[in-house]
């Protein structure tokens, strides 16, 4: 069929055709922002799960909602590299010119701007991106403490109340959230505590790894208070299987059950891996109709994008010691969790001898642990990876 006329979209954060099983969570963000408007107290969002489940997505589909109610969005991606003063700032600096442009909040927002410059000041390297420049005067006293907590509180509350004076609210997406350094983590949940405390419609929606709840609690201990946690996971088989079959519906064409049946249990129901089979068969297909066989022939090239993309952008940087950690985890079976004592033992090590690879690798993002004395893969189905293009290392 025509690759041209192709509805899947497996890309990296990149909206399906057809965004299925995601009703709660979407309506978890429309109750958040329209109590938020009305000066209701809401919990700003969670949203935790494996790689590839559509987290980015829904955050995605968040600022769409907020755009729609006339609320500024502003979205970060956290990295190991970033400096979260650094980044909130540039977004601070965003929202209120954006808001300065609206005749209700101008000149309250050209005051929070010279409150963004004293924060910058302060807390941003002089070397910093020149974008942050702002051509307004400082004004100190309320966020250049030098203490990261109180002033993020005060460059919060400044956007709250410009935005409030505007009639409208804002939504920060923040996406890798388990990458914030602890004590900046602490600090996005002291501003959030303030504008909480004080009605402002201010409202994070996070996501990240399913070790973020667990972050946050070692954050800041009424952090549970603040945030909605809502687990992201695969798509039930009615939802996936209308993923698969809807979009090429809409173009004319159709799949067969077994083809369906086939997809669904190469995939497990993971939203990207869907999109990426999907993808594939469509492009293998005389159509109209898209066949079991179609899917066999595809699922070998669906696969082989998987392995050289999704799965292989997760290991090339690894270290040989974490490559061999992962490997015996693989060789344990099954998709974990696993205890750490038996992937040590599987490497000839000692728990305490491996201790350091294993946090290295929950730090790069590759594991986390679900509970004490566990380790799991944070991509779905990377067991399989492991085994089918690394090997089971016999190595001790």
Same mark, same amino acid.
């Given at each position: 069929m025509d690759p041209i006329r192709n509805p899947f979209t497996p890309g990296a954060g990149s909206r399906p055709p057809l965004?299925?099983?995601?009703?709660?969570?979407?309506?978890?963000? $429309?109750? #958040?922002? +329209? $109590?938020? #408007?009305? +000066? $209701?107290?809401?919990r700003s969002v969670l949203l935790t799960g494996l790689r590839g489940v559509g987290k980015t997505v829904l955050l995605n589909e968040f600022g769409r909602m907020a755009h729609d109610q006339g609320w500024v969005h502003a979205h970060l991606e956290a990295t190991e590299d970033v400096r979260a003063a650094t980044a909130i700032a540039a977004l601070a600096r965003r929202i209120l010119l954006d808001l300065s442009l609206r005749e209700r909040s101008k000149e309250r927002a050209r005051r929070a701007l010279g409150v963004v410059r004293s924060f910058i000041k302060v807390h941003v390297p002089v070397d910093a991106d020149s974008s942050l420049t702002i051509d307004f005067e400082a004004r100190p006293g309320r966020a250049d403490s030098g203490e990261l907590d109180g002033d993020l509180a005060g460059l919060f509350t400044e956007l709250g109340e410009t935005a409030d004076a505007a009639g409208s609210g804002v939504l920060l997406t923040i996406d890798e959230l388990q990458y914030l350094a602890q004590a900046e983590f602490a600090a996005l949940i002291v501003g959030l505590h303030r504008v909480s405390q004080l009605g402002?419609?201010?409202?994070?929606?996070?996501?990240?790894?399913?070790?973020?709840?667990?972050l946050a609690g070692e954050a800041r201990?009424?952090?549970?208070?603040?945030?909605?946690?809502?687990?992201?996971?695969?798509?039930?088989?009615?939802d996936a299987a209308r993923a698969l079959t809807e979009p090429v519906e809409e173009e004319g064409a159709s799949w067969s059950e077994e083809a369906v049946a086939r997809v669904l249990a190469d995939t497990e129901g993971y939203p990207y891996f869907l999109q990426e089979f999907g993808k594939q068969a469509w492009n293998r297909s005389d159509g109209p109709t898209i066949t079991a066989k179609d899917v066999a022939d595809a699922a070998v090239i669906a696969r082989d994008q998987l392995d050289s993309g999704f799965f292989r952008a997760r290991i090339d940087r690894v270290t040989d010691s974490e490559r061999r950690y992962l490997r015996a985890m693989a060789s344990l079976g099954g998709s974990g969790p696993y205890r750490s004592g038996d992937v040590s033992g599987a490497m000839g090590r000692k728990t305490t001898q491996t201790a350091s690879v294993r946090d290295d690798l929950i730090k790069r993002g590759l594991c986390y642990s679900p509970r004490y004395g566990e380790i799991a893969f944070t991509v779905p189905m990377f067991d399989d990876f492991i085994r089918r293009t690394i090997g089971i290392s016999k190595e001790r």
């Open positions: 965004l299925v099983g995601r009703d709660r969570e979407l309506e978890v963000m $429309r109750v #958040a922002i +329209g $109590r938020l #408007a009305l +000066g $209701r107290f809401e402002l419609p201010i409202v994070v929606a996070g996501a990240g790894l399913p070790s973020l709840p667990g201990s009424y952090a549970e208070r603040l945030f909605q946690y809502v687990d992201i996971g695969s798509l039930e088989s009615e």
